[in-house]
């Protein structure tokens, strides 16, 4: 019996809890500490840590992990009884997840009422019931949330989109295993390993196409990911080969997998196409480790991996998973800038505490209890807490209600500038919320920046490797054609400028790319080929299209002062487009409430302060102090170039102050971006200015 056979009996899983085939070790040191390499990375990686940007692949070694478990334990009772018993597998996996997972999802969502408000935790709940069914996944992929680099703020649930991933392949795939094998059985012959190895060659290819094409809907999918927890399974299914292998080759390749692993953490960031091709590299190491470990070499990765410390924490590794997401997530929303390494360490403290509690009150008592060995029973709390779930969620939100509404609002639907300079002013004085506004806080967060009458898929995006195909917009039969060009500032003008278009018989082309300011030109963004690949296919569209107007907004490239390059790339990018477009304007930027509240953005602060308004207002002595000299360089390069720089600052604020409501609407979609309902409403005092600078669509 080798060394690592040894270990304490506490460290052994009951019977029924064995993750490995028949043929191989009981418990597997290894593969704990293989956990605790997983976790820790991921904790790295969501904490910003030097060297951990690529951390996000000890996802994918869990993946690992999981489908090799997973495989043993199918693999056990089948050589036990020559049966698979859905029951009880299912069973077991209701007692090992649903409890921690319960009590983490529901005390986040409380915690996120109680310390970001009431449309944040909104926002939570709702994500919560998607968690609370193993959707989350699909949840996220939906609203289009970015995992690597995401602008918006993140939901505190993230993560359990993996554990979503694995629940769901924990649902189909024993339907795989046991209809494959029951085959088998009949036609004398092993089927297991075909399906999947099928499963996996599938898998991996519609992974590596969808990650080019959909690369957020690529990172979510069970689809683009069953194909690393098939590698887990397929080295379960060949431990006995394994077992023959040299020792010196078996530890040679533990540690050329945890080299791996290694790789991949070191050299891969938020810039990686990922999954696609790329998740090859941690998968493999995972899948390495633990093929090299079936044989125990002495010389093996076990060394390190399965040392007291690696043991301990494989032990926590589920409920540090739980833990540490919500637990950074709510405390950097807290903190007015980046959470200090001091901060770091002490949440890790309490993470660790967390986890240690959790484990030892909640996932070995349920797990190992004896009245729960009965399927049914298990099945049935499993049942009981997901109705749990979803109860206190909906209580939460029922609870809480969200100000505003979708219904009918007092004037006309656009408004001249001399009337929006009005309602700015009585805006800037109201100490309450009007009954009704719109839109709704509940679906402003899954509200499109763009106009409802764009097409999604017509959008840019930074995530996508290719631009989204041109499209026209207004009046698509007309002569006259004007292109917005910009990044994320371009699309919430976009409605604006769509109604001007109609009105005035024009025809529109949004060149728009979020994350990518027209005169980005400093490689230091997440993607910055993707933004200079959609730069070039700008200037092409413009220089073969000959618009009558080209129309130019964007971001500071530097959001926190250093505003030069911005009027540099400006003028970079005006000498660019001029000799191709009959005229050419610059929006000046709306105000910027980034900063202005180390939490509340002003839909936020709506919800929270909804009777005492002005609180929530940001005065322009703030607004010049932190982005006036963007404005200014700005305006400095248009003169330059002898093109016109429109200011937008009367559409928005008096002259000390901007608000967040006005005429029954919410002005601002976050710190940085108008709501579609504001664009459209100023629409006309839009083109007023522009007229004013001899390129108003009307003339």
Known sequence: MTPSEQAPARLLPDGDEIGTPPSDRRFRPDIQGLRALAVIVVIGYHAKLPLFGGGFVGVDVFFVISGFVITGVLLRERAASQRTSLASFWARRARRILPAATLVLVVTVAATYLTEGILRGYDAATDGRWVAVFLANFRFAAIGTNYLGAQAIPSPLLHFWSLSVEEQFYLAFPLIFAGAAVLGTRWRTSTVPVAVGLVVLISFAWSVIDTASHPIAAYYSPLTRAWELGVGCMVALGVPALRRLRPTAAAATTWVGVALIGASILFYSDATAYPGSAALVPVLGAALVIAGGVVAPRLGAELVLGTWVGLRLGELSFSLYLWHYPALSLTSQ????????????????????????????????????SWLRRPARSLALGAALVALALGLLTAMLLVNPLPGSTGPIPGPATAQLGTIEHQIGAGAVANAAPRSFVPSLAILHATALHSPGISGACISKIQDRKPAPACYFGDTTATKTVVLLGDSQAMMWSSAIQQLALTHHWRLLLLGLDGCPPWYDIPHIHDAAGCHAFQRYSFKRIASLHPALVLITGA??????????????LERLLAAVTPHAKAVGVLGPVPWFAGRWTGLSPPECI??????????????????????????QLDAAARHSGVPLVSLRRLFCTASTCPVLAAHRVIYHDPWHITPVWSTYVSPALDQLLTAQGIGLAG
């Open 334 to 369: 807290l903190e007015p800038g980046p959470l200090r390494i001091a901060t770091k360490l002490f949440l890790f403290l309490v993470i660790l505490a967390l986890s240690i509690a959790t484990y030892h009150l909640v996932e070995n008592p349920v797990r190992h209890s």
């Open 556 to 569: 500071p490239v530097h959001a926190t002062g250093g505003f030069a390059a911005d009027g540099a790339g």
């Open 607 to 632: 919800a929270e302060h909804s009777t005492s308004l002005t609180s929530c207002s940001l005065s322009v002595a703030t607004l010049e102090k932190s982005f006036g000299a963007f404005a200014v």
